[in-house]
């Protein structure tokens, strides 16, 4: 059996100063995700935007997942894509609602709500 | 206390990283400092990593780690500052190519191909519909013809101050508390195997451990081995061997080598490999069934899929229903809101109803 072969086999313990370079990833992503989220008027963006913060939590649990020997966190990251998946078809569904009503994308033109 | 990395180096670049971000994002000015804030932002995020690399010593990631991260984390500076929503829908799929190569890393290869396939796949593509629908066709290569909402960024120093302090918060604390996390138990990723009778039998025949007492390879048959015990701690197996005349090879080797006799010239002898599988001396029980001990072959792992397949229905089964169930609102949800409302009069109304509408008399 080769070496590379062998290490995908034996699954060791991932150091934790190696956790620590996924993590400062995941918070990284969810941070640029964050700022892009709140900087940015385009509804669409916006919701890119979102997404890029699951991202970077779901970084996150598979690295934890991976510390801790355990597939929990890899299952959560199925779950997270299934909610993204479904918030990005009501976002999407929102903004084509928006965008006939008032042709611009902008947050700020939907700044005041009407009953 | 013990830090990962000294806090003064990692507030130093995440503030330098903070500065670039805010430059980077896009506003109408004579002089565009947006390359150079892409650059400074790149530098910070990139200095950090560098920092890292060095303190973590000989256990620092792959070198493919630092390869997918800065695509991803460069890629997701473009995705926000990138002026054009249609070029940002791009960036974003570049970015969760690179994230799929960090899970790849992470040994989660079915998370891999999920998030390529799924958010890659499906539901980027509706993202790069809707801006097709939404916006107009640039006319040229400039930013002119931009929107103004495209253009400016709203309040860019506040929301980068925002961000990036939560970004320092959560890596200062991290840096502190995972040095002290307690170890793992280990369990070698390999408690699926105990739900995996027919692939640790399938193992030890492969091994030729389960051969025929004439040297002659039985097909595969789950029913000669029966009540097998597996332990996935221990890595051996209890296997009771209900027909033990099938196994007579196996099971005369077995018991010589525990009398400490050399098999060697036996002209039916099991692989050395597979021998060597053999725990104790196995046992003839009053039924005339034997169980006999053995080890799993160091090959034998369950496969990532497998644990997360066990993992996702048999430890969630419930969650795994209310996500389809949301699904299936989300998609009527979508339906609804997005439908197109048409006005009719009161007589088409009444026409359409009693379907007397068309037929060319209308």
């Given at each position: 059996?080769?070496d590379a072969?062998?290490?995908f086999l034996?699954?060791?313990?991932?150091?934790d100063v190696t956790?620590?370079?996924?993590l400062?990833?995941?918070?990284a992503m969810?941070?640029l995700?964050l700022?892009?989220?709140?900087?940015?008027?385009n509804?669409?963006?916006?919701f890119?935007?979102?997404?890029?913060?699951f991202?970077?939590a779901?970084?996150?649990m598979i690295?934890f997942?991976?510390?801790?020997m355990?597939?929990?966190g890899e299952?959560?990251?199925?779950?997270?894509?299934?909610?993204?998946?479904a918030e990005?078809?009501?976002?999407l569904?929102?903004v084509v609602l928006l965008?006939?009503k008032k042709h611009?994308?902008?947050?700020?033109?939907?700044a005041q709500?009407?009953? | 206390?013990?830090?990962v990395l000294?806090?003064?180096?990692?507030?130093?670049a995440?503030?330098?990283g903070a500065v670039?971000?805010a430059l980077?994002l896009?506003?109408?000015?004579?002089?565009?400092p947006q390359p150079?804030?892409?650059?400074?932002a790149?530098?910070?995020i990139g200095?950090?990593?560098a920092?890292?690399?060095m303190?973590?010593?000989?256990?620092?990631?792959?070198?493919?780690?630092?390869v997918?991260?800065?695509?991803?984390l460069?890629?997701a500076?473009?995705?926000?500052?990138h002026p054009?929503?249609?070029?940002s829908?791009l960036y974003?799929i570049?970015?969760i190519?690179a994230s799929?190569?960090?899970?790849?890393l992470?040994?989660?290869?079915?998370?891999?191909?999920?998030?390529?396939?799924?958010y890659a796949?499906a539901?980027?593509?509706t993202y790069?519909?809707v801006i097709?629908?939404a916006t107009?066709a640039?006319s040229?290569e400039?930013?002119?013809d931009?929107?103004?909402?495209?253009?400016v960024?709203?309040e860019?120093v506040?929301?980068?101050?925002a961000?990036?302090?939560?970004?320092?918060?959560l890596?200062?604390?991290?840096s502190v508390g995972v040095p002290?996390?307690p170890?793992?138990a280990y369990?070698g990723?390999?408690e699926a195997?105990?739900q995996?009778?027919?692939?640790?039998?399938?193992a030890?025949d492969e091994?030729?451990?389960?051969?025929?007492?004439?040297?002659?390879m039985?097909p595969?048959?789950p029913g000669s081995v029966?009540?097998t015990?597996?332990d996935p701690?221990t890595?051996?197996a209890q296997l009771?061997l209900?027909?033990?005349?099938?196994?007579?090879?196996?099971?005369?080797?077995?018991?010589?080598r525990a009398r400490?006799?050399?098999?060697?010239?036996?002209a039916?002898?099991l692989s050395p490999?597979?021998?060597?599988?053999?725990v104790?001396?196995p046992?003839?029980?009053?039924d005339g069934t034997?169980?006999?001990?053995v080890?799993?072959?160091e090959?034998?792992?369950?496969?990532?899929i497998?644990?997360v397949?066990?993992?996702l229905?048999g430890?969630?089964?419930?969650?795994?229903?209310m996500a389809?169930?949301?699904?299936?609102?989300?998609?009527?949800?979508a339906?609804?809101l997005a439908?197109?409302r048409?006005?009719?009069?009161?007589?088409?109304k009444?026409?359409?109803a009693t379907?007397?509408l068309g037929g060319?008399h209308?």
């Amino acid at each position: 059996m080769s070496d590379a072969m062998s290490h995908f086999l034996a699954l060791t313990p991932m150091a934790d100063v190696t956790l620590y370079h996924y993590l400062v990833v995941s918070a990284a992503m969810f941070a640029l995700g964050l700022v892009g989220f709140v900087s940015r008027r385009n509804m669409i963006v916006m919701f890119l935007c979102t997404e890029l913060m699951f991202q970077g939590a779901g970084l996150a649990m598979i690295a934890f997942g991976r510390r801790w020997m355990d597939h929990n966190g890899e299952v959560f990251v199925i779950f997270v894509l299934t909610i993204a998946a479904a918030e990005a078809a009501l976002a999407l569904a929102l903004v084509v609602l928006l965008y006939r009503k008032k042709h611009s994308l902008d947050t700020e033109a939907w700044a005041q709500l009407r009953g | 206390m013990e830090h990962v990395l000294s806090p003064i180096i990692l507030y130093a670049a995440i503030a330098i990283g903070a500065v670039g971000v805010a430059l980077a994002l896009p506003r109408k000015a004579n002089v565009n400092p947006q390359p150079l804030g892409a650059l400074i932002a790149a530098a910070g995020i990139g200095g950090l990593i560098a920092v890292l690399a060095m303190v973590a010593g000989d256990d620092r990631p792959n070198l493919f780690f630092y390869v997918f991260a800065f695509i991803a984390l460069g890629a997701a500076l473009r995705v926000i500052t990138h002026p054009r929503p249609i070029y940002s829908a791009l960036y974003f799929i570049l970015s969760i190519l690179a994230s799929a190569g960090l899970y790849l890393l992470l040994d989660a290869e079915f998370m891999t191909f999920a998030l390529i396939i799924i958010y890659a796949g499906a539901i980027l593509i509706t993202y790069l519909f809707v801006i097709m629908l939404a916006t107009t066709a640039p006319s040229d290569e400039g930013y002119e013809d931009l929107e103004e909402y495209d253009a400016v960024a709203r309040e860019p120093v506040i929301a980068t101050g925002a961000g990036f302090l939560v970004l320092a918060i959560l890596t200062g604390w991290l840096s502190v508390g995972v040095p002290h996390l307690p170890p793992p138990a280990y369990k070698g990723g390999d408690e699926a195997l105990a739900q995996l009778p027919l692939k640790v039998q399938q193992a030890f025949d492969e091994v030729g451990l389960l051969e025929h007492a004439d040297g002659e390879m039985l097909p595969f048959d789950p029913g000669s081995v029966a009540g097998t015990y597996y332990d996935p701690l221990t890595r051996q197996a209890q296997l009771l061997l209900a027909d033990p005349s099938r196994f007579r090879g196996m099971l005369r080797q077995a018991r010589a080598r525990a009398r400490g006799e050399d098999v060697s010239e036996d002209a039916d002898a099991l692989s050395p490999e597979a021998a060597a599988l053999v725990v104790n001396e196995p046992v003839t029980r009053r039924d005339g069934t034997v169980v006999v001990l053995v080890s799993f072959p160091e090959s034998l792992r369950a496969r990532n899929i497998e644990s997360v397949g066990l993992e996702l229905i048999g430890g969630h089964p419930l969650t795994l229903e209310m996500a389809g169930i949301i699904l299936l609102l989300a998609m009527l949800g979508a339906v609804v809101l997005a439908r197109k409302r048409i006005d009719l009069e009161q007589a088409e109304k009444l026409a359409a109803a009693t379907g007397t509408l068309g037929g060319g008399h209308a």
